[in-house]
């Protein structure tokens, strides 16, 4: 059976299908990224009329690339929440009127368990259980995942979420939106150890993030002063550094507390190259296990939301009403008796 997926949660419309026993069989994705740059953010109405225009094109291309026709699909599953309330109504209208027309089953899929399964595309895949380290714009979560719909929340982000904090401070150093990967690039290319910047909650004795105070600090040290030489890349360096230093120490806090060797990282912060050299690096010197989704399926996508889906289909049966939840808790998600 083949599982079609919808993500239109942000500024990114992803269209997959997944089958049954093969996996991922194809894949399709349109950023808005360059609709957005012009507002130096997502304008929400923009984002949910780009999607009503791309939604049945990549479905289209997807049906084609798997060489399959629509009446194939034997699933429909799309991103319930929580993101932009406008965007999620079209992927939710596309895939229950496309599930009606069909008379297939719809599942409703949240985006957070889509990203935090996603490394299960990868291959070798983990086994569960493990613990996740869910790093994204909107989200910095340490979670304890049992199987699927199982999952206890171990620690999280007080104020602002890691992919934030990397935005907002990129917005500071005049590296426009998305500002993410401009200031890991950027990073990249300083030197770290300059500006003696903070590493929040680092040493508290929790499971907890705070990001905002960050920002905070970069704020302090560009103060009255003009950036010139490698000042700005050295400035990145440290910033990319704290946050680093921070989501690493925690995640093998969450590993030891939660006493399972194995981590696996999930969101769009899991496509930072730092990140990504100093866990493994850390983690290997503990023999604990770590798995990273491919790079393309860290950032929104259809893939995770297909994935997500076929697996709750397959866990649970088909569920859903037609619907859509902005705001939605992950460990609010009720496993079906
Ligand atoms: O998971 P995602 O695509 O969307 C959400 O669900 O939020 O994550 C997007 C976030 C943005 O904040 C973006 O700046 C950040 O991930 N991001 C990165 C990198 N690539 C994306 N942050 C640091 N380094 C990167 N290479
Ligand atoms: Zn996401």
Not at 274 to 300: G, N
């Given at each position: 059976?083949?599982?079609?997926?919808?993500?239109?949660?942000?500024?990114?419309?992803?269209?997959?299908?997944?089958?049954?026993?093969?996996?991922?069989?194809?894949?399709?994705?349109?950023?808005?990224?360059?609709?957005?740059?012009?507002?130096?953010?997502?304008?929400?109405?923009?984002?949910?009329?780009?999607?009503?225009?791309?939604?049945?094109?990549?479905?289209?291309?997807?049906?084609?690339?798997?060489?399959?026709?629509?009446?194939?699909?034997?699933?429909?599953?799309?991103?319930?929440?929580?993101?932009?309330?406008?965007?999620?109504?079209?992927?939710?209208?596309?895939?229950?009127?496309?599930?009606?027309?069909?008379?297939v089953?719809?599942?409703?899929?949240?985006h957070?368990?889509?990203?935090?399964?996603?490394?299960?595309?990868?291959?070798?895949?983990?086994?569960?259980?493990?613990?996740?380290?869910?790093?994204?714009?909107?989200?910095?979560?340490?979670m304890?995942?049992?199987?699927?719909?199982?999952?206890?929340?171990?620690?999280?982000?007080?104020?602002?979420?890691?992919?934030?904090a990397?935005?907002?401070?990129?917005?500071?150093?005049?590296?426009?939106?998305?500002?993410?990967?401009?200031?890991?690039?950027?990073?990249?290319?300083?030197?770290?150890?300059?500006?003696?910047?903070?590493?929040?909650?680092?040493?508290?004795?929790?499971?907890?993030?705070?990001?905002?105070?960050?920002?905070?600090?970069?704020?302090?040290?560009?103060?009255?002063?003009?950036?010139?030489?490698n000042?700005?890349?050295?400035?990145?360096?440290?910033?990319?550094?704290?946050?680093?230093?921070?989501?690493?120490?925690?995640?093998?806090?969450?590993?030891?507390?939660?006493g399972?060797?194995?981590?696996?990282?999930?969101?769009?912060?899991?496509?930072?190259?730092?990140?990504?050299?100093?866990?493994?690096?850390?983690?290997?010197?503990?023999?604990?296990?770590?798995?990273?989704p491919?790079?393309?399926?860290?950032?929104?996508?259809?893939?995770?939301i297909?994935f997500?889906?076929?697996?709750?289909?397959?866990?649970?049966?088909?569920?859903?009403s037609?619907?859509?939840?902005?705001?939605?808790?992950?460990?609010?998600?009720?496993?079906?008796?």
């Amino acid at each position: 059976m083949f599982v079609l997926g919808i993500e239109s949660s942000c500024d990114e419309t992803g269209v997959a299908l997944v089958h049954r026993t093969r996996g991922l069989v194809a894949h399709a994705l349109h950023s808005q990224v360059e609709m957005h740059a012009a507002y130096g953010g997502v304008v929400p109405e923009l984002a949910s009329r780009d999607h009503i225009r791309r939604l049945l094109p990549l479905t289209r291309q997807v049906l084609g690339t798997a060489g399959i026709g629509i009446r194939d699909v034997g699933a429909v599953a799309y991103t319930e929440g929580p993101g932009l309330a406008g965007a999620l109504l079209v992927g939710a209208g596309a895939a229950h009127g496309l599930a009606y027309a069909l008379g297939v089953p719809v599942v409703g899929v949240h985006h957070l368990e889509g990203h935090l399964l996603s490394p299960l595309l990868a291959d070798p895949a983990p086994a569960f259980p493990f613990v996740a380290l869910l790093v994204s714009g909107g989200h910095t979560q340490l979670m304890r995942v049992g199987g699927v719909g199982d999952y206890q929340l171990l620690g999280e982000t007080v104020d602002d979420a890691a992919g934030e904090a990397f935005d907002k401070t990129a917005k500071l150093l005049g590296l426009g939106y998305p500002g993410g990967p401009a200031l890991a690039r950027l990073a990249d290319a300083g030197t770290p150890g300059r500006f003696k910047l903070p590493r929040p909650m680092i040493a508290s004795d929790d499971l907890d993030f705070s990001f905002s105070g960050l920002k905070t600090a970069v704020a302090i040290a560009v103060r009255g002063r003009t950036l010139e030489g490698n000042d700005k890349a050295d400035l990145a360096a440290d910033f990319q550094a704290a946050v680093v230093d921070v989501l690493v120490a925690k995640s093998l806090g969450a590993v030891d507390r939660a006493g399972v060797p194995r981590l696996v990282v999930a969101g769009g912060v899991g496509a930072n190259r730092s990140l990504r050299e100093r866990l493994t690096a850390s983690a290997a010197a503990r023999a604990i296990e770590v798995y990273y989704p491919p790079l393309e399926f860290c950032t929104d996508n259809g893939a995770m939301i297909a994935f997500a889906g076929a697996l709750r289909i397959a866990t649970f049966g088909p569920a859903g009403s037609f619907g859509v939840r902005p705001r939605w808790e992950l460990a609010s998600l009720v496993v079906p008796e």
